[in-house]
């Protein structure tokens, strides 16, 4: 069964500091990867995308790295800021299909 | 672009009422998705359209809920009667692709709050 795993469910830094989320998947045959920030009460927006040859991409203080041997994502973020506060949700798509499978997201929360 | 636009943002409703979404995909986009977000389950896919054509409704829970893409600027997600577990936010997305060629500009609207008393 296709399903895309995120950890942790929730998380709390301060402002300035760096984190790191993890998403692992099982979809198959993959054909790509979206990392999408949702701001609460707001729809999920895109911060990246990967397709199977691609293990780094990055959007300014965020950066994204897929292993597609070990079927795993992470999302790095540097320098935190209050702004940054928001669900992360790591979204996979298989070939041949219209269709995302979603995480259930990482629930970033950053204090000054 | 206004992008997807989604009305109304907010709605509460007495359980047995009929309620209509609406969504305004982004020009030129021939892709319409229809999701529902809960915090226990997450985002959910519940029916997509490709050239306003129904192309998988398999995550439409019930016959309660219908869907329908009338011409390419606009669709409607339609509950009736509504429940108080229909109780979620409704997001509606489009793409100038499906979602195995990559994200070629697969935008959300900002959603629309069911809340079924």
């Known amino acids: 069964k296709n399903q895309v795993e995120q950890s942790p469910q929730s998380l709390i830094i301060l402002e300035g500091k760096n984190c790191t989320l993890q998403?692992?998947?099982?979809?198959?045959?993959?054909?790509?990867l979206r990392w999408y920030k949702q701001d609460t009460g707001r729809g999920p927006v895109s911060l990246t995308i990967?397709?199977?040859?691609?293990n780094t991409k990055s959007n300014g203080r965020y950066t994204a790295t897929l292993d597609a041997d070990t079927k795993q994502s992470s999302l790095h973020i540097t320098a935190s800021q209050l702004s940054d506060s928001a669900s992360y949700i790591c979204?996979?798509?298989?070939?041949?299909?219209?269709?995302?499978?979603f995480g259930t997201g990482t629930r970033l929360q950053v204090f000054p | 672009d206004a992008g997807v636009i989604q009305s109304p943002r907010h709605e509460v409703t007495e359980m047995g009422q009929e309620v209509t979404l609406r969504c305004k995909p982004i020009?030129?986009?021939?892709?319409l998705f229809w999701y529902r977000q809960t915090m226990m389950r997450g985002l959910e896919l519940l029916i997509y359209?490709?050239?306003?054509?129904?192309?998988?409704d398999s995550g439409m829970p019930e016959d309660r809920f219908s869907a329908k893409m009338p011409n390419a600027s606009f669709s409607t997600l339609k509950i009736q009667p509504s429940e108080p577990r229909d109780s979620a936010v409704y997001f509606c997305?489009?793409?100038?692709?499906?979602?195995?060629?990559?994200?070629?500009?697969?935008?959300f609207g900002s959603g629309t709050r069911l809340t079924v008393v």
């Open positions: 997305a489009s793409s100038l692709r499906g979602g195995a060629d990559g994200a070629y500009g697969y935008t």
């Open positions: 359209f490709n050239n306003n054509v129904p192309i998988d």
């Open positions: 998403c692992n998947y099982t979809v198959s045959p993959f054909s790509n």
């Open positions: 020009s030129g986009h021939d892709y």
């Open positions: 990967m397709t199977f040859s691609e």
């Open positions: 979204v996979v798509s298989a070939v041949g299909t219209d269709k995302l499978i």
